[in-house]
Nanobody, 124 residues
Framework: QLQFVESGGGLVQPGGSLRLSCAAS????????IGWFRQAPGKEREGVSC????????NYADSVKGRFTISRDNAKNTVYLQMNSLKPEDTAVYYC?????????????????WGQGTQVTVSK
C-alpha cells in the first residue's frame, strides 16, 4: 500500500516562503500523479496543485499560480511544493495524495492514499 508523509510546514510571515515535502513509501510513487490539497478550518478541502508521474505535466489552482511550484524527484520518491509570497489566506493543513492523472480540476474525490497533513500558518 502506498503511504505518504508530509513535512515542511510551519509558521511564516506574510511574503515568506516554505517548501513542503511529500515522501512516499510502501510502493513506488512514480507510477502515480501526485496532488497537493489544503483545508482551512471550517472550509472544504481544495486542490492546490498536481504533477504527473514523470513530472511533465503540472496544474495549479488560480489562487496559487505564479507563487507555488510543484516538483518531484522520483529517485527519492518525494514530491515538493515550493510556496513563495505566502499570504494569510494560504493558512491551512496541506495534504498530498495520489491519482492516475493530473487534471486541472484537482478533484480531491479522485485521489487516494492521503497523508496526515502538515500545518502551514501565515501570520505576522
Amino acid at each position: 500500500q502506498l503511504q505518504f508523509v508530509e513535512s515542511g510546514g510551519g509558521l511564516v510571515q506574510p511574503g515568506g516562503s516554505l517548501r513542503l515535502s511529500c515522501a512516499a513509501s510502501g510502493l513506488t510513487a512514480d507510477y502515480y500523479s501526485i496532488g497537493w490539497f489544503r483545508q482551512a478550518p471550517g472550509k472544504e478541502r481544495e486542490g492546490v496543485s498536481c504533477i504527473s508521474s514523470r513530472g511533465g505535466r503540472t496544474n495549479y489552482a488560480d489562487s496559487v499560480k505564479g507563487r507555488f511550484t510543484i516538483s518531484r524527484d522520483n529517485a527519492k520518491n518525494t514530491v515538493y511544493l515550493q510556496m513563495n509570497s505566502l499570504k494569510p489566506e494560504d493558512t491551512a493543513v496541506y495534504y498530498c495524495a495520489a491519482n492516475l492523472f493530473c487534471s486541472p480540476e484537482l478533484r480531491s474525490a479522485e485521489y487516494d492514499y492521503w497523508g496526515q497533513g502538515t500545518q502551514v500558518t501565515v501570520s505576522k
